[in-house]
């Protein structure tokens, strides 16, 4: 990973402020949501004990049936189609472990509208006139008013409208008989009919009777009514705080009274528009219950809060509102009377200071931690990116410094190493690498010279002694002594041998600077070449591959001949007896290749960068009465490459069988006259 991106990454690490922040705010915000929360509680609690003061909501049983408000009109006809939209709340006929069907009751201004749905798949038919209906499968419907009740039976053989028989005796105000619509599918039986609303009902029973499981014929369960109460609704609004929408529902949860209006409308009174809404919920208020289950046109709530305030316990919960993007504070508290529950009470508000105040702490935290990351991220970024500079120049530089040989490269010794006037550590690096390549630049110079310095200093020692052996043979010497003058004697030889190479390779080295090119065809230099070492392979075999065409060379032709004299003599030293070796001349755009492969051990990986290297060798230890190997000449054809303008090399055969020494030649550079 590069510098500059290790920095972003610590740039990174701002983001905690932002992140704090974020916290703060969301501590900030549940704070605020608490308190806005206690003030509706307390509204709440204000608002039911006035309801229970004034008498509003009267005490109910547990049981009664619900009275919704027709969606549209209704046609009595025996089928559901017009009860679709009020199905959802349909109320069960019996317990609710032995149900047996489904009762939908609803008014409008023509009257009170009854639907049963029964499951029956076992019919047993009678119409209400029969002596045995009452043992058929049959409806028994019960109604009530201030007087008393009286029990109607709903029973029919066949599909159609029928004619309900009452059971018992006349009462005041109640109808003698009732027309009703049966319809029959394979699922069950539905009946539906009208009753006017002069009959001013308190209350309606309806059971059902199916003929296979027996039981009472004429029991019934008659329930009050409960409905939607336009007076208490009155009593509400006058209660309730302004810009609040006030539900009062009964123990079980159907609807008794509502006044006010929630405006949830992004953007409308104050509410937060929909993105800031969005934003609020979230970043910071991310627990929030269901809209749809605190829909404001729905007869009936039975979340967990309306259960838990029938209880008794007063709560509250912040939900989505009904429009996208906005959000609702519910305070749901008891409304007692002699510590029973008469109903619920539910205050709804639409949260305004909260998000706004919530959305505004955090717009002004994310443009502050933006811009402080921005500036934070571009500082770093552009420090890192000084810094790789840098780094990079030096780095450059360090690489430039030395030639492969380990000379100090020409522009390094033209001028200081760079940076090194910085007063930063990068300059403290800088002014260490400067002294270092300093001294080892002048312990190579001193290797370079080592040879020739050597082989001056041998000569005198080395004739002295050569003289004292000369002497010591015109001696009277003891015959057990011989041997010993004798190995003195090829010693001096040897070191004879290894001071003329010494001097060879500096005097090479004199020669390769001052040699003249001229204009030649290298194909006629490396052809005698080969003709000449065919002599000296012996029993190995030399091939040697020429271009077809002519290849012409601003070079110095014997030094050429050197270099592969050079390479020759190494390629013999790995060679077997009965190996081989190929010599091939290669044209390139930019000048010619001369490769010299043989078969033999491969090269060490480590080994094929500092083959051409001064004092560099890879043969075995040279035994007595081998010529000594310095490792010169290797070094000899490196130079003879870089006075050609170009590069030595040696790389092992793809098939494994040996190496390959080449000699990339660009030619020699043509020295122009001067006028």
């Known amino acids: 990973m590069t510098l500059r991106r290790k920095l972003l990454l610590v740039a990174l690490c701002t983001l905690a402020l932002p992140i704090a922040g974020w916290l703060y705010v969301r501590q900030m915000e549940t704070l605020l949501r608490d308190g806005q929360a206690q003030a509706l509680l307390a509204s709440a609690h204000a608002v039911a004990r006035s309801l229970d003061v004034i008498g509003a909501v009267q005490p109910r049983d547990d049981g009664g049936w619900y009275v919704q408000r027709t969606p549209g009109p209704i046609t009595v006809d025996g089928y559901g189609d017009d009860w679709a939209p009020l199905t959802p709340w349909s109320q069960l006929l019996g317990p609710a472990d032995k149900s047996r069907g489904k009762l939908l009751l609803a008014e409008d201004a023509g009257g009170l509208y009854l639907y049963a749905d029964v499951s029956d798949t076992h019919r047993t038919r009678a119409d209400t006139g029969d002596a045995n209906a009452l043992a058929a499968d049959h409806l028994i419907l019960s109604l009530g008013n201030a007087v008393g009740r009286r029990r109607y039976l709903l029973a029919s053989a066949a599909p159609g409208s029928l004619i309900a028989r009452p059971l018992d005796s006349s009462v005041d105000g109640l109808p003698e008989q009732l027309t009703a619509q049966w319809q029959e599918d394979g699922s069950g039986y539905q009946v539906e009919l009208q009753l006017p609303r002069s009959l001013a009902l308190r209350s309606i029973g309806m059971s059902v009777y199916d003929a296979s499981l027996g039981g009472d014929p004429t029991a019934v369960d008659a329930r009050p009514l409960l409905m939607f109460s336009p007076a208490l609704s009155n009593e509400l609004a006058q209660l309730a705080p302004e810009r609040v929408q006030a539900r009062v529902l009964n123990p079980q949860g159907w609807l008794l009274a509502r006044s006010g209006r929630l405006i949830t409308a992004p953007g409308a009174d104050g509410q937060p528009g929909w993105f800031a809404s969005m934003v609020y919920r979230s970043f910071l208020a991310t627990h929030l219950e269901d809209a749809n289950l605190w829909s404001q046109d729905v007869p009936r709530l039975d979340t967990s809060e309306v259960v838990q305030a029938r209880n008794g316990k007063p709560v509250s919960v912040w939900r989505s509102g009904e429009e996208r993007g906005s959000v609702v504070l519910t305070a749901a508290v008891p409304i007692e009377h002699a510590g029973k529950v008469d109903g619920v009470l539910l205050l709804e508000q639409a949260s305004r200071a909260v998000p706004l105040l919530a959305n505004r702490a955090l717009l002004?935290?994310?443009?502050?931690?933006?811009?402080?990351?921005?500036?934070?991220?571009?500082?770093?970024?552009?420090?890192?990116?000084?810094?790789?500079?840098?780094?990079?120049?030096?780095?450059?530089?360090?690489?430039?410094?030395?030639?492969?040989?380990?000379?100090?490269?020409?522009?390094?010794?033209?001028?200081?190493?760079?940076?090194?006037?910085?007063?930063?550590?990068?300059?403290?690096?800088?002014?260490?690498?400067?002294?270092?390549?300093?001294?080892?630049?002048?312990?190579?110079?001193?290797?370079?010279?080592?040879?020739?310095?050597?082989?001056?200093?041998?000569?005198?020692?080395?004739?002295?002694?050569?003289?004292?052996?000369?002497?010591?043979?015109?001696?009277?010497?003891?015959?057990?002594?011989?041997?010993?003058?004798?190995?003195?004697?090829?010693?001096?030889?040897?070191?004879?041998?290894?001071?003329?190479?010494?001097?060879?390779?500096?005097?090479?080295?004199?020669?390769?600077?001052?040699?003249?090119?001229?204009?030649?065809?290298?194909?006629?230099?490396?052809?005698?070449?080969?003709?000449?070492?065919?002599?000296?392979?012996?029993?190995?075999?030399?091939?040697?591959?020429?271009?077809?065409?002519?290849?012409?060379?601003?070079?110095?032709?014997?030094?050429?001949?050197?270099?592969?004299?050079?390479?020759?003599?190494?390629?013999?030293?790995?060679?077997?007896?009965?190996?081989?070796?190929?010599?091939?001349?290669?044209?390139?755009?930019?000048?010619?290749?001369?490769?010299?492969?043989?078969?033999?051990?491969?090269?060490?990986?480590?080994?094929?960068?500092?083959?051409?290297?001064?004092?560099?060798?890879?043969?075995?230890?040279?035994?007595?009465?081998?010529?000594?190997?310095?490792?010169?000449?290797?070094?000899?054809?490196?130079?003879?490459?870089?006075?050609?303008?170009?590069?030595?090399?040696?790389?092992?055969?793809?098939?494994?069988?040996g190496v390959a020494f080449s000699l990339r030649l660009r030619g020699m550079p043509r020295q122009r006259l001067s006028g």
């Open 364 to 657: 002004g935290l994310m443009l502050t931690s933006f811009g402080v990351l921005l500036v934070a991220g571009g500082i770093l970024l552009a420090f890192a990116t000084r810094l790789s500079l840098r780094l990079g120049r030096l780095r450059n530089a360090a690489e430039r410094a030395q030639l492969n040989d380990g000379r100090l490269d020409g522009v390094f010794e033209q001028g200081r190493f760079p940076m090194t006037d910085a007063t930063d550590e990068i300059g403290d690096l800088a002014r260490s690498f400067e002294r270092l390549f300093e001294v080892v630049g002048g312990y190579t110079d001193y290797l370079r010279t080592l040879a020739s310095k050597l082989s001056h200093e041998l000569n005198t020692p080395l004739a002295i002694v050569k003289s004292s052996l000369d002497n010591l043979e015109h001696a009277a010497l003891p015959a057990e002594a011989q041997p010993y003058l004798a190995r003195a004697r090829d010693g001096v030889a040897r070191l004879g041998t290894l001071v003329r190479a010494m001097s060879e390779s500096s005097r090479m080295e004199r020669s390769i600077t001052a040699a003249e090119p001229e204009d030649i065809d290298l194909r006629d230099v490396v052809r005698g070449c080969a003709d000449a070492y065919r002599s000296l392979v012996g029993t190995r075999q030399l091939g040697c591959v020429l271009p077809a065409s002519p290849l012409i060379m601003h070079c110095a032709p014997e030094l050429i001949a050197q270099a592969l004299d050079k390479l020759l003599d190494n390629a013999l030293s790995f060679t077997p007896e009965n190996g081989w070796l190929r010599l091939t001349l290669q044209t390139l755009d930019d000048g010619a290749d001369i490769e010299l492969a043989n078969q033999g051990p491969l090269l060490p990986e480590a080994m094929q960068g500092r083959l051409f290297d001064s004092l560099v060798s890879l043969r075995d230890k040279a035994t007595p009465g081998d010529a000594p190997h310095l490792g010169l000449g290797l070094y000899v054809v490196r130079l003879v490459a870089e006075r050609h303008e170009g590069i030595a090399s040696a790389r092992n055969l793809e098939d494994g069988s």
